[in-house]
Protein backbone atom coordinates (compact mmCIF):
# COMPACT_ATOMS: atom_id res chain seq x y z
CA UNK A 1 0.00 0.00 0.00
CA UNK A 2 2.75 2.27 0.60
CA UNK A 3 4.42 1.75 -2.42
CA UNK A 4 1.37 2.37 -4.04
CA UNK A 5 1.05 5.50 -2.65
CA UNK A 6 4.21 6.08 -3.41
CA UNK A 7 3.98 5.97 -7.16
CA UNK A 8 0.59 8.01 -6.65
CA UNK A 9 2.49 11.04 -5.01
CA UNK A 10 5.81 10.57 -7.25
CA UNK A 11 3.56 11.00 -10.58
CA UNK A 12 1.76 13.36 -10.35
CA UNK A 13 4.47 15.61 -8.35
CA UNK A 14 6.52 15.20 -11.72
CA UNK A 15 4.04 15.06 -13.94
CA UNK A 16 3.56 18.89 -14.32
CA UNK A 17 7.30 19.35 -15.20
CA UNK A 18 6.57 16.94 -18.19
CA UNK A 19 4.06 18.51 -19.64
CA UNK A 20 6.82 20.55 -21.77
CA UNK A 21 7.61 17.55 -23.31
CA UNK A 22 4.75 16.14 -24.00
CA UNK A 23 3.71 18.86 -26.28
CA UNK A 24 6.92 18.64 -28.26
CA UNK A 25 6.10 14.71 -28.23
CA UNK A 26 2.42 15.37 -29.73
CA UNK A 27 4.02 17.56 -32.23
CA UNK A 28 6.65 15.14 -33.75
CA UNK A 29 4.11 12.37 -33.65
CA UNK A 30 1.47 14.88 -35.72
CA UNK A 31 4.02 16.96 -37.74
CA UNK A 32 2.11 16.38 -41.03
CA UNK A 33 -1.46 17.03 -39.63
CA UNK A 34 -0.30 20.06 -37.70
CA UNK A 35 1.28 21.67 -40.63
CA UNK A 36 -1.48 21.17 -42.84
CA UNK A 37 -4.23 21.89 -40.95
CA UNK A 38 -3.21 23.72 -37.64
CA UNK A 39 -0.25 25.80 -39.45
CA UNK A 40 -0.88 29.88 -39.14
CA UNK A 41 1.75 29.95 -42.17
CA UNK A 42 -0.11 27.11 -43.84
CA UNK A 43 -0.41 29.27 -46.84
CA UNK A 44 2.96 30.61 -47.24
CA UNK A 45 5.13 26.95 -47.71
CA UNK A 46 8.10 29.56 -48.50
CA UNK A 47 8.51 29.93 -44.77
CA UNK A 48 9.18 26.61 -43.72
CA UNK A 49 7.67 26.72 -40.74
CA UNK A 50 6.29 23.27 -40.97
CA UNK A 51 3.97 24.16 -37.73
CA UNK A 52 6.90 25.69 -35.27
CA UNK A 53 4.54 28.23 -35.02
CA UNK A 54 1.57 25.96 -33.43
CA UNK A 55 4.07 24.39 -31.51
CA UNK A 56 5.59 27.89 -30.31
CA UNK A 57 2.45 28.99 -29.53
CA UNK A 58 1.17 25.97 -27.14
CA UNK A 59 4.57 25.72 -24.75
CA UNK A 60 3.92 29.43 -24.46
CA UNK A 61 0.38 28.84 -23.59
CA UNK A 62 1.92 26.11 -21.43
CA UNK A 63 4.23 28.67 -19.64
CA UNK A 64 1.81 31.38 -19.46
CA UNK A 65 -0.45 28.55 -17.18
CA UNK A 66 2.47 27.76 -15.03
CA UNK A 67 3.70 31.11 -14.35
CA UNK A 68 -0.48 32.26 -13.39
CA UNK A 69 -0.49 28.90 -10.99
CA UNK A 70 2.59 29.83 -8.99
CA UNK A 71 1.44 33.53 -8.68
CA UNK A 72 -1.65 32.39 -7.42
CA UNK A 73 -0.13 30.01 -5.02
CA UNK A 74 1.83 32.35 -3.51
CA UNK A 75 -0.60 34.64 -3.09
CA UNK A 76 -2.89 32.26 -1.46
CA UNK A 77 -0.10 31.89 0.66
CA UNK A 78 -1.04 33.51 4.29
CA UNK A 79 1.33 35.84 5.42
CA UNK A 80 2.26 35.75 9.19
CA UNK A 81 3.57 39.08 10.64
CA UNK A 82 6.07 38.09 13.45
CA UNK A 83 7.21 41.40 14.60
CA UNK A 84 5.40 44.74 14.12
CA UNK A 85 6.30 48.15 16.16
CA UNK A 86 5.60 51.98 16.37
CA UNK A 87 8.47 54.00 15.12
CA UNK A 88 9.84 55.43 18.20
CA UNK A 89 12.41 57.93 19.04
CA UNK A 90 15.28 56.86 21.32
CA UNK A 91 17.03 58.95 23.59
CA UNK A 92 20.29 58.66 25.46
CA UNK A 93 20.73 60.41 28.07
CA UNK A 94 24.08 61.07 30.04
CA UNK A 95 24.50 59.66 33.36
CA UNK A 96 26.74 61.03 35.74
CA UNK A 97 28.62 58.08 37.44
CA UNK A 98 30.30 58.66 40.90
CA UNK A 99 34.48 58.68 40.86
CA UNK A 100 35.79 55.31 40.57
CA UNK A 101 36.76 53.81 43.95
CA UNK A 102 39.88 52.14 43.94
CA UNK A 103 39.06 48.89 45.83
CA UNK A 104 42.10 46.69 47.60
CA UNK A 105 41.04 43.34 47.08
CA UNK A 106 42.21 41.68 50.34
CA UNK A 107 43.39 38.01 48.55
CA UNK A 108 45.06 36.95 45.78
CA UNK A 109 44.16 34.20 43.27
CA UNK A 110 46.87 31.83 42.40
CA UNK A 111 48.47 31.27 39.11
CA UNK A 112 48.74 28.02 37.62
CA UNK A 113 52.63 27.57 36.04
CA UNK A 114 52.85 24.57 33.74
CA UNK A 115 55.88 21.84 35.03
CA UNK A 116 58.46 22.14 32.27
CA UNK A 117 60.40 18.92 33.27
CA UNK A 118 57.85 17.47 31.89
CA UNK A 119 58.47 18.82 28.12
CA UNK A 120 61.94 17.42 27.62
CA UNK A 121 62.57 16.48 24.30
CA UNK A 122 63.78 12.68 23.93
CA UNK A 123 67.33 12.14 23.31
CA UNK A 124 68.55 11.69 19.94
CA UNK A 125 70.48 8.49 19.25
Not at 39 to 61: F, I, M, S, T, V
Request: some cysteine; proline content about 8%; aromatic content about 12%.
Amino acid sequence: MRTFILYIWLITTILPTFSQWGTIAYYKLNKEYITRVLCQNRDKPQLHCNGKCYLAKKLKEQQEKQDRQTSERVESIPMLQLFASALTRFEFIPVQLPQAVQRIVPYRLATYQAPFSILVPPPCA
